[in-house]
């Protein structure tokens, strides 16, 4: 819960506020972009919402804050904003929303499928959110990308006896999974899954690819808002750069239009151009 006593001073007047509890995820500006903006090492309110469009969608990201930083003076209609999760992207692919501070607010996403619906990392277990899950059909495998977005993975598996599936070099951050991948080759989990292997962010670094169209990609790449480019940070990188840097030279191999980070904002591309794109990033990278 939020406190007015401890707000940024960055906020400007009105019903919405940031307090200091705030990590920086970058939540709050990819859901509500035109409410929040980003103050030296936080966020913070920078127009209040103007209609009722942005009122909603910055309800949405003050459920979604994964520490409570996010308050309102308002009467919200906090309630009816939670049916919005899971929150449709395209096709049957969904942001899950209620990012867990466990992941450092990573987000975490949703794949409904007619063979078994899908959860990439995990958000905050809340029950508003695992009903809504549970009418959309539960969940058959949950894909952890690395150790540090596994949240409460457990206890969705555990609710929907999912088999979570993650390399055994992450092993130690869900010991209980069901699926351990080895090795750094390509697999093929169902059709139109395939898991690739990502070493450098850390050592079992895993990638999802969905139908060749989206790309959940952990903490390996997102998009760079600012530089409007793809990007990956050297010094988030816990395990070998040189290795990250192979490992996005693997994914050129690959055709996909949609990147769908942890943490960072996503992005859809023409597959050319974000074949460019990535070829852009890799020479940064090597030069980094
Ligand atoms: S979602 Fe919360 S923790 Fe993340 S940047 Fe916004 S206020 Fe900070």
């Known amino acids: 819960m939020a406190n007015i006593q401890k707000q940024v001073s960055e906020n400007v007047a009105g019903d919405f506020f940031v307090d200091s509890t705030c990590i920086n995820c970058d939540t709050c500006r990819q859901l509500a972009p035109a409410t929040f903006g980003e103050a030296r090492n936080y966020a913070?309110?920078?127009?209040?919402?103007?209609?009722?469009?942005?009122r909603r969608l910055a309800v949405?990201?003050?459920l979604s804050?994964?520490?409570?930083?996010?308050g309102s003076l308002g009467k919200e209609a906090i309630s009816e904003v939670m049916g919005d999760f899971p929150l449709a992207i395209e096709d049957e692919v969904y942001y899950c929303g209620f990012a867990s501070p466990k992941s450092f607010g990573g987000s975490s996403y949703f794949i409904r499928h007619p063979e078994g619906n899908w959860l990439i990392d995990s958000p905050k277990y809340l029950p508003k959110l695992v009903h809504a899950i549970e009418s959309m059909g539960g969940i058959r495998y949950i894909f952890l990308t690395h150790r540090d977005d596994v949240a409460e993975a457990d206890r969705y598996a555990a609710r929907f006896d999912?088999?979570?599936?993650?390399h055994r070099a992450e092993l130690s951050a869900q010991p209980g999974a069901e699926i351990i991948l080895e090795g750094d080759e390509a697999a093929e989990i169902a059709p139109n899954f395939l898991v690739i292997p990502t070493p450098g962010h850390t050592r079992g670094h895993l990638v999802l690819l969905h139908h060749n169209r989206y790309l959940f990609t952990g903490d390996h790449l997102w998009w760079s808002r600012?530089?409007?480019r793809l990007g990956a940070y050297r010094r988030f990188c816990w395990y070998s750069w040189p290795e990250q840097i192979e490992s996005m030279k693997t994914l050129l191999d690959y055709s996909f239009e949609w990147v769908l980070p942890g943490h960072g904002q996503r992005i859809q591309l023409p597959p050319n151009v974000m074949h460019e794109n990535l070829n852009l990033l890799i020479s940064h990278m090597e030069k980094s």
């Open 44 to 54: 913070y309110v920078r127009q209040q919402p103007r209609d009722e469009a942005e």
């Open 60 to 62: 949405r990201a003050l």
């Open 65 to 70: 804050c994964p520490t409570g930083s996010i």
């Open 162 to 166: 999912s088999e979570r599936i993650i």
């Open 226 to 228: 600012r530089r409007e």
